[in-house]
Structure formats: structure tokens, C-alpha cells
């Protein structure tokens, strides 16, 4: 077959992928990484309930599929997440382990304590959230960032800062928060959330622009589907610069479920051309261990993974 980049042995995609008019305006990274969340924004799906031993299995075959890094729960919820986040850190997998946390020094702890090697500090930014839901200011915010952080940084952990609902930020709010953080307590890196997945990819390409400029450290990507625009959105992050892809296999995530990170992967292969690790031939098998696992139906016609995609009657 030919060695156009839209073609191989295994698919055919479109040349106006490549013409000069759409790749001179990415500005692709040279390397992107995968940061699993089905173990815990996963859970959050209506319905769904995560055993131990599921997350630990489901953990293994994340790890042989190439993830690396994944989000192994909020060991502050339950000691049983607790437990199951020890017992995947003691597995030595090749994927770094991530806990989620609230912006508490004690959650952090908490973290180092389960032996995650990362931790994402979620705080609220978006406007809805701070005006009617927790009544506070961004400078409420900052002040219950900056301890985490430091705690986070001392201890060794690597500190996602994840402002949630970025996307529904009042520009002010996130420009002040992020420039506190930086000049008190400076994170490894950025979350950009779309927690209610209501926004075009061109402003998702702004907000990472934006907050690549105003701090100069990475940015991690994290959408929703509710329009969607999950998979879309993450991949336009891509082309500001963003580094990381959160998401979650099948789909699945709280309401209409995060950015399936199956369609992710391989969008970052054979539309970007980027070179990833993934064992793709392991997808079918991936998406029904989660399926049987979660208990959560999967569409017969959901792309890379339905089991009828290839059918026409």
C-alpha cells in the first residue's frame, strides 16, 4: 500500500488531513501521554460501583495496554478506594499511579500515604460554582490551593493543579488564581477542564494557549461529552500544545461520560501521526473487561470498540 501518511495497511483516512493549509496551523507536541480516569471520574457514571478487585484488574490491563498514568480513585472517599489504590501502587506497574484530591492538606497525605505517585488537586473555578454553589472568591480559591500544592510538592508527589469548570471561568478569576499559584506555589502542571462539556474546540485551543502563556508549564486536557465534543475537544487541546489526555475507556464518566480515551488514542495515531506506545489490538479486549466490570452498556455501533461497526445490516 501507498506511504501517504493517510494510508496504511490498516486504515485510510482522508488527505486533507495533511495539506499544508491544516498541518502548518497545529502545533502538535512531540510527545502526548494518556492519563486513564476510568477508575475514578469512570465511577462516577449513574449506576456504576467499582469493587477492589475490578479497579485492580481493569488497572492491569490499562498498564499492558500502554496507559501512562492512571487516575486509581479519591482514596479520601471510602477505605476500600483507599485500599485499591495500595494495592495497585504495590504492583510496580509501568504506569505512573495518580490519586484525586480536594485542595486538603490531609487528602494529599492521603495520597502519599496509598503510595500513589501523583496527585490532581481539583478546586472549583467556574463562575457557576463559585457564585452559587460553594459562595466563594477567587481568592478563596488560592488560599485553599497554596497548602495542597506545597504539601504535594514537599512530599514528592507530582501536583496536577485542576481548576474544574475552567471553562466556565470569569477570565479575571482564572488569571488571578493561576498567577497566585504561580508566584506562591507552582504545580508540575495545569488541568484545562471542561467539567460540563460546553465548549467549541477552537476556545478550548484558546483557554490552553492562554494558560500555557500566563504559567509556562504543561497543560493536561480534561473534557466531557455533553455536546459531544469530548474527543474533539481533547484533540484540539493537542494542537495548542497540551501534553496530557484524560479520559476514560468506553466513554463512560459522570452524566454524558468523559472523553473516550480508545477514540483519543488512536486519533493521536493515525490522524496526528503522533508515535504512541498502545497495544491497540488489545482495545476490543480492554473495552469489554470495563463493559463486564462496570456493568455498563456499550453501543454496538460505538466507534473503535462496538462490536457491529464493521456490519452493514
Known amino acids: 500500500m501507498s506511504a501517504a501518511p493517510w494510508r496504511s495497511d490498516s486504515y485510510w ?9 491544516v498541518r502548518n496551523n497545529l502545533s502538535l507536541p512531540s510527545k502526548v501521554i494518556l492519563h486513564d480516569a476510568t477508575l475514578r471520574d469512570g465511577e462516577q457514571t449513574p449506576g ?20 501512562e498514568r492512571i487516575e486509581a480513585g479519591m482514596p479520601a472517599v471510602a477505605s476500600e478506594d483507599a485500599e485499591a489504590i495500595r494495592e495497585i501502587s504495590r504492583l510496580k506497574l509501568k504506569a505512573k499511579i495518580f ?10 497525605e492521603l495520597a502519599k500515604e496509598v503510595g500513589a505517585d501523583g ?9 457557576p460554582k463559585l457564585e452559587y454553589q460553594f459562595r466563594w472568591t477567587w481568592k478563596d480559591v488560592l488560599d485553599k490551593s497554596l497548602g495542597s500544592i506545597k504539601r504535594a510538592r514537599e512530599i514528592g508527589l507530582t501536583a496536577v493543579f485542576f481548576p474544574y469548570d ?3 471561568s470569569k ?3 482564572l488569571e488571578n488564581l493561576l498567577k497566585g499559584v504561580m508566584n506562591e506555589a507552582p504545580p508540575d502542571s495545569i488541568g484545562v477542564v471542561d467539567t460540563m462539556g460546553c465548549t467549541l474546540p477552537q476556545g478550548i485551543a484558546f483557554l490552553v494557549q492562554k494558560v500555557r502563556k ?37 466513554g463512560i464518566g459522570e452524566r454524558t461520560g468523559n472523553a473516550a480515551l480508545e477514540e483519543v488514542a488512536l486519533g493521536l495515531k493515525i490522524l496526528y501521526q503522533l508515535d504512541v506506545p498502545y497495544r491497540f489490538e488489545m482495545l476490543p479486549e480492554l473495552s469489554r473487561s470495563v463493559r463486564m466490570r462496570t456493568g455498563f452498556p456499550l453501543a454496538p455501533n460505538k466507534p473503535v470498540v462496538g462490536e457491529r461497526i ?3 445490516e
Open 171 to 173: 477570565p479575571e478569576d
Open 99 to 108: 490519586a484525586f484530591a480536594r485542595a486538603t492538606v490531609g487528602d494529599i
Open 48 to 67: 456504576i460501583v467499582l469493587r477492589k478487585e475490578d479497579k485492580i484488574e481493569i488497572a492491569i490491563m490499562l498498564d499492558r495496554f500502554g496507559i
Open 166 to 168: 475552567t471553562t466556565r
Open 214 to 250: 500566563l504559567t509556562g508549564l504543561p497543560v493536561e486536557i480534561h473534557t466531557h461529552n455533553d455536546l459531544g465534543l469530548g474527543v474533539a475537544n481533547s484533540l484540539m487541546a493537542v494542537t495548542a500544545g497540551a501534553t496530557v489526555i484524560h479520559g476514560c475507556i468506553n
Open 119 to 127: 496527585v490532581v488537586i481539583e478546586v472549583p473555578i467556574g463562575q
Open 310 to 312: 464493521f456490519t452493514r
Open 13 to 21: 483516512t482522508s488527505p486533507y488531513n495533511h495539506v499544508p493549509e
